[in-house]
């Protein structure tokens, strides 16, 4: 063990879900409750008996999700998170995430949830139309949706966040628009809203798998979106929500003044943060550190994780490739007290053919995409591979 103390975010991955979507590939599955039980109390050992590289002196903020971490009882979530509160020192402050799914909560759950600390929810919407969250493989009605937020407000919770996803299979610009308008009328405090990305060993890669590969070559796609026609809806998301009072701060991530999320801002600007429970990432100064996904190993013997010293190379790109999803891009100042590198002798040539491309811009200090960049950035974040 080093001497030297930081702060870190705790993550806490809860695999269980009542049903498998159709576009997710996160490691979850449903469960019954022996099987949960039998998770926490091993979430809770490797809390309570974990080491790190270096001492973890405050935890800013704490992030449960999944899966669907709402499917856990209130007991379960109770152990979980006094083991949190023994073994590490929470400030007073801290933002405290939890996702819910509409459909495994109800008000007094809500309220209890509320009463354990937690502080802001992260509700799990996808969409406003009901043929959509079908296809999605979703649980949930828009009318069930609605319950639960209004069930969180008066449970008390004033930060909550709506997670959307957009670019799917036959939707068009008008049905994007109905969600869009339909979300901001309810007022949350953070919207993230994701282009829909087709994951290998999902039911979507079955369906459309063929499809993505169709777009990926550049010719049309049969049931998704084209190239140009998700652009549009990128350029439709930002313009409706900075029109509602939504300011982007990250390339899926908008939010109110004051509201933007600190959790996931520690992960976007290289902080340390510690994951907690199978395929749980951990950053920790220089050191990374993964956990395994195999659930019986994990229940019987702990986390079996590997640990990574990051070379220079790769924190290098990693600042790059992270920092340049946030709309105010990166500090040159920062790059170079973090890294202890001039940023011109690693960077200048790079930076000046993308701003001759119009794909980033830069100021006295910071390095940002543009929204052309935006749009490919992709392509762009490739071109700081050393």
Known sequence: MGTKKLNAGIYIHIPFCVKKCAYCDFPSFPANEEMKHRYVSA??????????????????????????????????????????????????????????????????????IRQLGVNRLSIGLQSTIDEELRLLGRIHSFEDFLKTYDDAREAGFTNINFDIIYALPGQGLLSLEKTLRRVTELRPEHISAYSLIIEEGTRFYTLYGDDEKRRQKGERPIALPTEETERAMDRLTKEILEEAGYHRYEISNYARDGFECEHNKVYWTRGSYIGFGISAASLIGDIRCNNGLDMARYIEHGPDFEEHMLTRKEEVEEFMFLGLRMDRGISKKKFEKDLNIPYNDVYRETTDALIRDGLIEEDDDYIRLTEHGRDISNHVLAEFLI
Not at 85 to 112: C, G, Q, S, W
């Open 43 to 112: 979430l809770i050992y490797e809390i309570e008996h974990r080491r790190w590289p270096y001492e973890i002196e405050n935890i800013p903020t704490i992030f449960i999700g999944g899966g669907t971490p709402s499917s856990l009882s209130v007991d379960e979530l109770g152990r979980l998170i006094r083991a949190v509160k023994r073994t590490y020192h929470v400030l007073p402050n801290a933002e405290f995430t939890m996702e819910v799914n509409p459909k495994t909560v109800d008000k007094e759950k809500l309220i209890a």
